[in-house]
C-alpha cells in the first residue's frame, strides 16, 4: 500500500489572523515575552557580539556554543513569522529595528570573507578548519547548521518584509556552499546538523516565486545549484568517498544520520533533532523534485518514527546519552524528549500533510503542538525544558540553559501556527488545526474568506462561515482526528453526509456568502494504551481528551506514582478559568475509591517541583473500553 503523492500549498501567515480563546493569549505571551526574553539573553550572553569580533577580524574570544549564531538565525526567523502574521504596527516597528540592528552586525562580519562564508565560532576559534575540512570537527562546529538557519531566516525575513538585506547575505552564502561541496572537483562535505536541506530548498522557491529578487542581489544567483546541492547532500549521506566517516559513542554514524544513503534508511535512527530536521529537508526536497524514491523514503521514516519510536506526546529521543531514538517501541517513561526533537518532528508532520494531504499527518502535528512542543515553554513564557519525560519526582523549569536551542525551536514553530491551519489546492480547501481564525485564500480565481470559530481544545463545536465574492464550487475538507469517533457535520444547519477519506471530511457544493458550517468532535475522556511491545507502559494506561495528553501532579495528587486507577473511573471534567491559565481538569477515581484530578500534560511545571506521572497503572478488568494509541497495522492498511 502507497500513499499517493499530492501537493497541498498552506495559507500563508499573511492571510490567516488568528483569534482564539486557547492560543490567542499563549501566541501573545510568545511574542510579548518569550521572544524578547530570548533575545536580550542571546544579546547578555555575547551572541552578537562574535559577528562585530568577526567584522573587526579579531580572533579567540567566541561566546556561547558553536551554534550560537544559528540559535540567532532561528529567533530572527521566528521574529519575522510574528511581523508577517501582523498583531500589532507598533510590535511590528519595535522587531523591524531590532532586526535591522542585527542584520547590520550579521552583514558587516559576512563582508569580511571575499565568499561571504560566516560562522563566527570557525572564524574565531579555528579558522583553518572550515566546513570541518583540514583536521576540523564538523560536528562541533556547525558550519552548514548555522548556515542554513541563516538562509531559512532570510527566506522569512523577506515573505515578512519584503527587505533584502539579509537575503544578500544569505544568497551569497548559499552560492558559496554550491562552489564548495558537491559531485567532484568539489568535496564531499554533508551537514554534520540537517537544516540546511529545507532551507535551500526554501530559498530555491523563493528565487523562483520572486524572479524580480534577482536585481537586488548585484551578483548572479544560479538557484538550480541549491537544489542539486541538497539532492547531493541527502543522498550522500553514508557515502564517504573523500570524507571520514563519523564514530559517535554508542551510535557511531547513525548519530547524523550518515550511516547509509537516505534513500535506503527503514528507521528513524541517531540524535532526534538532526533526523526530524533532515526527513523534513527530504519531504521539501521532494516537493520540488517530485522523485517517488524521496517519498518513499519520507513515509518508510515517518512510518518508523511516529508508530514505533514516538511517545504519546509526541515526543521523540529516548536515548539520553545520544540525544536519540532508541530501538523499536523502546519508549521508557523517563526518557530524554527534547523539546526541539518534537518542534522538529512537528515540522516533518507538517511537510508531510502538505505533501501527501491526507489527515493522518496532521493528526500527530496537532500531536506535537499540543504536547512535546507546548509544554517546552512556561505558561508565564520566560522559563523552559529541554527535556520532556514522562514522569518525574519535581523539576523545575530553567531561565536559561548553556545550550539554548530549545527556546529559539519553539518560538519558530509558534511562531509559523497561522499557517499550519489551512491549505489548499486546486478543487479545494482543508482545514488541518481548529484554531480560531479569519483566512483569505485563492481559490479558482476567486478571494474566499474563510472564518472559524472554536473554543477546542476544550469545548466540540467548531463553526465556519464563508464570505465570496461570487459563488463557487470546490471541496471543503475537514480533518476529523484519528481519535475521533461519531463527528458530525452540518451545513446551514442541516446536517450533512459525510465521507471521511484520507482523514478529512470531505463537503463539495457550490458555497456562497453566508454559508454556515458547523462541526462537532466528540471529545470524551479516553484511556489510551500503549502497543503490548511498549513494555514500560504494559498494563498502564494514559489519559487523553482530544488531543490533550493529561498528566498529574503531587500538588493536586499525594502520591501519583502510586495512584492505581479503578476499573471504571467515572471521569468527569471541569472548566477552572482561575488554574493555569485556565484548562478543563480531568477528575475520576482510584482503585482505592479516592478521588484524583489531572492537567494537561502542556501545563506541568508551572507550580514549583511536584512529581508528575502520565502512565498510570490500572486495575485491569475485562470488558474494560480503552483505546489504542498505536493502532499501526489499522494505519498502515488504511494511511499507508
Ligand atoms: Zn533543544
Same mark, same amino acid.
Given at each position: 500500500?502507497?500513499?499517493?503523492?499530492?501537493?497541498?500549498?498552506?495559507?500563508?501567515?499573511?492571510?490567516?489572523?488568528?483569534?482564539?480563546?486557547?492560543?490567542?493569549?499563549?501566541?501573545?505571551?510568545?511574542?510579548?515575552?518569550?521572544?524578547?526574553?530570548?533575545?536580550?539573553?542571546?544579546?547578555?550572553?555575547?551572541?552578537?557580539?562574535?559577528?562585530?569580533?568577526?567584522?573587526?577580524?579579531? %580572533?579567540? &574570544?567566541?561566546?556561547?556554543?558553536?551554534?550560537?549564531?544559528?540559535?540567532?538565525?532561528?529567533?530572527?526567523?521566528?521574529?519575522?513569522?510574528?511581523?508577517?502574521?501582523?498583531?500589532?504596527?507598533?510590535?511590528?516597528?519595535?522587531?523591524?529595528?531590532?532586526?535591522?540592528?542585527?542584520?547590520?552586525?550579521?552583514?558587516?562580519?559576512?563582508?569580511?570573507?571575499?565568499?561571504?562564508?560566516?560562522?563566527?565560532?570557525?572564524?574565531?576559534?579555528?579558522?583553518?578548519?572550515?566546513?570541518?575540512?583540514? &583536521?576540523?570537527?564538523?560536528?562541533?562546529?556547525?558550519?552548514?547548521?548555522?548556515?542554513?538557519?541563516?538562509?531559512?531566516?532570510?527566506?522569512?525575513?523577506?515573505?515578512?518584509?519584503?527587505?533584502?538585506?539579509?537575503?544578500?547575505?544569505?544568497?551569497?552564502?548559499?552560492?558559496?556552499?554550491?562552489?564548495?561541496?558537491?559531485?567532484?572537483?568539489?568535496?564531499?562535505?554533508?551537514?554534520?546538523?540537517?537544516?540546511?536541506?529545507?532551507?535551500? #530548498?526554501? +530559498?530555491?522557491?523563493?528565487?523562483?516565486?520572486?524572479?524580480? +529578487?534577482?536585481?537586488?542581489? &548585484?551578483?548572479?544567483?544560479?538557484?538550480?545549484?541549491? +537544489?542539486?546541492?541538497?539532492?547531493?547532500?541527502?543522498?550522500?549521506?553514508?557515502?564517504?568517498? !573523500?570524507?571520514?566517516?563519523?564514530?559517535?559513542?554508542?551510535?557511531?554514524?547513525?548519530?547524523?544520520?550518515?550511516?547509509?544513503?537516505?534513500?535506503?534508511?527503514?528507521?528513524?535512527?541517531?540524535?532526534?533533532?538532526?533526523?526530524?530536521?533532515?526527513?523534513?529537508?527530504?519531504?521539501?526536497?521532494?516537493?520540488?523534485?517530485?522523485?517517488?524514491?524521496? /517519498?518513499?523514503?519520507?513515509?518508510?521514516?515517518?512510518?518508523?518514527?511516529?508508530?514505533?519510536?514516538?511517545?504519546? %506526546?509526541?515526543?521523540?529521543?529516548?536515548?539520553?546519552?545520544?540525544?536519540?531514538?532508541?530501538?523499536?517501541?523502546?519508549?521508557?517513561?523517563?526518557?530524554?524528549?527534547?523539546?526541539?526533537?518534537? #518542534? &522538529?518532528?512537528? /515540522?516533518?508532520?507538517?511537510?508531510?500533510?502538505?505533501?501527501?494531504?491526507?489527515? $493522518?499527518?496532521?493528526?500527530?502535528?496537532?500531536?506535537?503542538?499540543?504536547?512535546?512542543?507546548?509544554?517546552?515553554?512556561?505558561?508565564?513564557?520566560? %522559563?523552559?525544558?529541554?527535556?520532556?519525560?514522562?514522569?518525574?519526582?519535581?523539576?523545575?523549569?530553567?531561565?536559561?540553559?548553556?545550550?539554548?536551542?530549545?527556546?529559539?525551536?519553539?518560538?519558530?514553530?509558534?511562531?509559523?501556527?497561522?499557517?499550519?491551519?489551512?491549505?489548499?489546492?486546486?478543487?479545494?480547501?482543508?482545514?488541518?488545526?481548529?484554531?480560531?481564525?479569519?483566512?483569505?485564500?485563492?481559490?479558482?480565481?476567486?478571494?474566499?474568506?474563510?472564518?472559524?470559530?472554536?473554543?477546542?481544545?476544550?469545548?466540540?463545536?467548531?463553526?465556519?462561515?464563508?464570505?465570496?465574492?461570487?459563488?463557487?464550487?470546490?471541496?471543503?475538507?475537514?480533518?476529523?482526528?484519528?481519535?475521533?469517533?461519531?463527528?458530525? #457535520?452540518?451545513?446551514?444547519?442541516?446536517?450533512?453526509?459525510?465521507?471521511?477519506?484520507? !482523514?478529512?471530511?470531505?463537503?463539495? $457544493?457550490?458555497?456562497?456568502?453566508?454559508?454556515?458550517?458547523?462541526?462537532?468532535?466528540? +471529545?470524551?475522556?479516553?484511556?489510551?494504551?500503549?502497543?503490548?511491545?511498549?513494555?514500560?507502559?504494559?498494563?498502564?494506561?494514559?489519559?487523553?481528551?482530544?488531543?490533550?495528553?493529561?498528566?498529574?501532579?503531587?500538588?493536586?495528587?499525594?502520591?501519583?506514582?502510586?495512584?492505581?486507577?479503578?476499573?471504571?473511573?467515572?471521569?468527569? %471534567?471541569?472548566?477552572?478559568?482561575?488554574?493555569? !491559565?485556565?484548562?478543563?481538569?480531568?477528575?475520576?477515581?482510584?482503585?482505592?475509591?479516592?478521588?484524583?484530578?489531572?492537567?494537561? /500534560?502542556?501545563?506541568?511545571?508551572?507550580?514549583?517541583?511536584?512529581?508528575?506521572?502520565?502512565?498510570?497503572?490500572?486495575?485491569?478488568?475485562?470488558?474494560?473500553?480503552?483505546?489504542?494509541?498505536?493502532?499501526?497495522?489499522?494505519?498502515?492498511?488504511?494511511?499507508?
Amino acid at each position: 500500500m502507497y500513499l499517493s503523492p499530492h501537493a497541498l500549498s498552506p495559507v500563508p501567515l499573511q492571510d490567516v489572523s488568528i483569534d482564539d480563546p486557547f492560543w490567542s493569549p499563549k501566541l501573545k505571551t510568545l511574542r510579548e515575552v518569550t521572544l524578547p526574553d530570548v533575545l536580550a539573553k542571546f544579546e547578555r550572553d555575547g551572541a552578537l557580539t562574535n559577528f562585530d569580533r568577526v567584522r573587526d577580524h579579531q %580572533t579567540g &574570544g567566541h561566546s556561547g556554543p558553536p551554534w550560537y549564531d544559528g540559535l540567532v538565525y532561528e529567533t530572527m526567523r521566528a521574529a519575522s513569522d510574528i511581523m508577517a502574521a501582523h498583531y500589532d504596527a507598533a510590535l511590528n516597528a519595535e522587531l523591524h529595528t531590532r532586526l535591522e540592528g542585527y542584520i547590520a552586525r550579521i552583514a558587516a562580519a559576512a563582508a569580511v570573507d571575499p565568499n561571504g562564508y560566516l560562522n563566527t565560532y570557525t572564524q574565531l576559534e579555528r579558522p583553518e578548519h572550515r566546513f570541518g575540512q583540514n &583536521g576540523g570537527d564538523q560536528i562541533w562546529q556547525h558550519d552548514l547548521y548555522n548556515a542554513g538557519a541563516l538562509i531559512e531566516a532570510a527566506v522569512h525575513h523577506v515573505r515578512a518584509t519584503g527587505q533584502t538585506n539579509l537575503l544578500r547575505v544569505a544568497a551569497r552564502y548559499a552560492s558559496h556552499l554550491s562552489d564548495v561541496m558537491g559531485p567532484q572537483p568539489r568535496r564531499n562535505i554533508v551537514p554534520e546538523h540537517p537544516l540546511p536541506e529545507e532551507a535551500l #530548498v526554501k +530559498l530555491y522557491l523563493l528565487f523562483r516565486e520572486q524572479p524580480t +529578487l534577482h536585481e537586488a542581489m &548585484g551578483f548572479p544567483v544560479d538557484v538550480s545549484r541549491f +537544489l542539486q546541492l541538497v539532492e547531493f547532500w541527502l543522498e550522500q549521506r553514508g557515502r564517504y568517498e !573523500g570524507r571520514v566517516p563519523l564514530s559517535i559513542p554508542q551510535c557511531g554514524a547513525t548519530y547524523a544520520q550518515d550511516h547509509q544513503p537516505l534513500l535506503q534508511q527503514e528507521t528513524a535512527e541517531g540524535h532526534a533533532v538532526r533526523a526530524a530536521l533532515l526527513y523534513t529537508g527530504l519531504v521539501a526536497a521532494a516537493m520540488v523534485n517530485r522523485r517517488d524514491d524521496y /517519498f518513499r523514503a519520507a513515509l518508510r521514516l515517518w512510518d518508523n518514527a511516529v508508530h514505533r519510536r514516538m511517545h504519546i %506526546t509526541g515526543s521523540v529521543g529516548s536515548n539520553q546519552s545520544y540525544e536519540g531514538f532508541g530501538p523499536d517501541y523502546f519508549l521508557p517513561e523517563d526518557a530524554y524528549l527534547e523539546t526541539c526533537a518534537a #518542534v &522538529g518532528m512537528g /515540522f516533518f508532520h507538517q511537510a508531510m500533510t502538505l505533501a501527501f494531504a491526507n489527515g $493522518r499527518f496532521a493528526d500527530e502535528l496537532e500531536r506535537s503542538l499540543y504536547n512535546g512542543v507546548l509544554t517546552g515553554v512556561s505558561l508565564k513564557g520566560d %522559563t523552559y525544558f529541554y527535556e520532556n519525560p514522562l514522569t518525574s519526582e519535581g523539576r523545575e523549569r530553567w531561565a536559561w540553559h548553556g545550550c539554548p536551542c530549545c527556546p529559539p525551536m519553539l518560538l519558530k514553530i509558534l511562531s509559523a501556527l497561522g499557517s499550519y491551519i489551512y491549505a489548499y489546492d486546486e478543487t479545494g480547501l482543508y482545514v488541518n488545526l481548529y484554531i480560531g481564525s479569519h483566512a483569505t485564500f485563492n481559490l479558482q480565481g476567486k478571494t474566499v474568506h474563510l472564518s472559524q470559530r472554536t473554543a477546542y481544545p476544550w469545548e466540540e463545536e467548531t463553526a465556519f462561515t464563508f464570505e465570496l465574492p461570487e459563488p463557487a464550487r470546490f471541496e471543503l475538507a475537514l480533518r476529523i482526528p484519528g481519535w475521533c469517533i461519531g463527528a458530525q #457535520v452540518k451545513v446551514n444547519g442541516r446536517t450533512a453526509d459525510i465521507a471521511v477519506r484520507n !482523514g478529512y471530511a470531505r463537503l463539495i $457544493r457550490t458555497w456562497q456568502t453566508g454559508d454556515h458550517v458547523e462541526l462537532r468532535l466528540p +471529545l470524551p475522556v479516553q484511556r489510551i494504551e500503549a502497543h503490548p511491545l511498549v513494555e514500560a507502559a504494559r498494563g498502564k494506561r494514559a489519559i487523553m481528551r482530544g488531543p490533550l495528553v493529561y498528566a498529574m501532579e503531587g500538588i493536586d495528587n499525594p502520591r501519583p506514582t502510586d495512584l492505581i486507577l479503578a476499573a471504571d473511573p467515572r471521569f468527569t %471534567t471541569e472548566w477552572r478559568p482561575d488554574v493555569l !491559565g485556565g484548562v478543563r481538569i480531568v477528575r475520576g477515581e482510584s482503585a482505592d475509591g479516592s478521588r484524583w484530578s489531572a492537567i494537561p /500534560f502542556y501545563a506541568i511545571g508551572n507550580r514549583g517541583k511536584t512529581p508528575m506521572r502520565v502512565w498510570l497503572r490500572q486495575t485491569l478488568a475485562p470488558n474494560i473500553s480503552t483505546v489504542q494509541w498505536s493502532q499501526e497495522e489499522l494505519y498502515r492498511t488504511a494511511a499507508l
